[in-house]
């Protein structure tokens, strides 16, 4: 068994233990707001960003035992925007790196086998040129495997929510909670990968966003693999081909990409918007 798969099975066994940290008996978050000295509690908001920061700082005590127990130290991002979030490095071999990142998200109340995706990274300077040290925090070659801790929940009706009310300790657990039905999985990035960008208008690589086949990894590269993905992503709209009426166009698609280097087009998985 090589490092990447002891780090998978191991990560993915501390995964299925963390749904019970972060719920209630009921499936909602045990975190219920923020306090101030006057024991006054004022709930959160459900921005997803708000959601996910504070999931991280929730998890962190366990991510520093379960980097403990398998003898890992824990590399955290020096800058809000580097990747990833979490470098695993182990104790006794510098070189055996495993990159980390929070994926969080929540479901579609309309359509529930769907979510909201995620970015799973640049594919910019430090994906192109994989010894680079531009925004990541080791270059992106000196990692083993590179994988996704995510987090797909529902969010509470805004109804049931007052940010504007504080609420006394005794209320504790009378606050609705802005999230429940925690779904963790993990799952190497380039497995649920879609092929096209990720939200906004930053150089993101986006994912598939139908949550049974994130939770399985079955994504646009699933069939093809990892160095398809790499390739694609590495070449993202910079390859001009002719577009069959006496024009041009940029690659953009993984069949197009696929078609041109002469691949076998039946692996492409087309899940890129929750199609089965």
Same mark, same amino acid.
């Given at each position: 068994m090589t490092e990447k798969e002891k780090f998978a099975r191991h990560l993915e066994k501390f995964v299925s233990e963390l749904k019970e940290h972060v719920s209630t008996e009921d499936g909602q978050w045990t975190v219920k707001g923020f306090i101030d000295i006057f024991k006054n509690i004022y709930t959160i908001s459900s921005d997803t960003k708000i959601v996910s920061k504070i999931l991280e700082i929730h998890l962190f005590p366990k991510i520093i035992a379960f980097a403990q127990t398998h003898q890992y130290k824990v590399v955290l991002a020096e800058h809000q925007n580097y990747?990833? $979030?979490?470098?695993?490095?182990?104790? $006794?071999? $510098?070189?055996?790196?495993?990159?980390?990142?929070?994926? =969080? =998200?929540y479901r579609n109340p309309n359509k529930p086998h769907l979510c909201n995706g995620f970015t799973l990274g640049s594919h910019g300077a430090y994906f192109e040129n994989r010894n680079s040290t531009k925004n990541i925090q080791f270059p992106y070659g000196s990692y083993s495997g590179h994988f996704c801790l995510g987090i797909i929940y529902d969010r509470t009706e805004g109804a049931t929510i007052d940010e504007t009310k504080a609420h006394n300790i005794d209320e504790l657990h009378s606050i609705a909670s802005v999230a429940g039905n925690f779904h963790f999985f993990v799952t190497e990035k380039w497995k649920i990968a879609s092929d096209k960008g990720g939200s906004g208008n930053t150089a993101n690589i986006g994912s598939i966003n139908n949550i049974a086949d994130i939770i399985s990894g !079955?994504? /646009?590269?699933? !069939?093809?693999?990892?160095?398809?993905? $790499?390739?694609?992503? /590495?070449?993202? !709209? !910079?390859? =001009?081909?002719?577009?069959g009426s006496g024009g041009t166009k940029k690659i953009s698609s993984l069949k197009e990409f696929v078609e041109y280097k002469n691949g076998d087009v039946s692996l492409v998985v087309n899940k890129r918007n929750g199609e089965k």
């Amino acid at each position: 068994m090589t490092e990447k798969e002891k780090f998978a099975r191991h990560l993915e066994k501390f995964v299925s233990e963390l749904k019970e940290h972060v719920s209630t008996e009921d499936g909602q978050w045990t975190v219920k707001g923020f306090i101030d000295i006057f024991k006054n509690i004022y709930t959160i908001s459900s921005d997803t960003k708000i959601v996910s920061k504070i999931l991280e700082i929730h998890l962190f005590p366990k991510i520093i035992a379960f980097a403990q127990t398998h003898q890992y130290k824990v590399v955290l991002a020096e800058h809000q925007n580097y990747y990833p $979030d979490i470098s695993f490095v182990k104790n $006794d071999d $510098d070189s055996i790196r495993f990159a980390v990142d929070f994926k =969080t =998200t929540y479901r579609n109340p309309n359509k529930p086998h769907l979510c909201n995706g995620f970015t799973l990274g640049s594919h910019g300077a430090y994906f192109e040129n994989r010894n680079s040290t531009k925004n990541i925090q080791f270059p992106y070659g000196s990692y083993s495997g590179h994988f996704c801790l995510g987090i797909i929940y529902d969010r509470t009706e805004g109804a049931t929510i007052d940010e504007t009310k504080a609420h006394n300790i005794d209320e504790l657990h009378s606050i609705a909670s802005v999230a429940g039905n925690f779904h963790f999985f993990v799952t190497e990035k380039w497995k649920i990968a879609s092929d096209k960008g990720g939200s906004g208008n930053t150089a993101n690589i986006g994912s598939i966003n139908n949550i049974a086949d994130i939770i399985s990894g !079955k994504g /646009m590269f699933s !069939k093809l693999g990892e160095h398809w993905f $790499d390739e694609y992503w /590495m070449n993202y !709209k !910079k390859i =001009t081909i002719q577009d069959g009426s006496g024009g041009t166009k940029k690659i953009s698609s993984l069949k197009e990409f696929v078609e041109y280097k002469n691949g076998d087009v039946s692996l492409v998985v087309n899940k890129r918007n929750g199609e089965k």
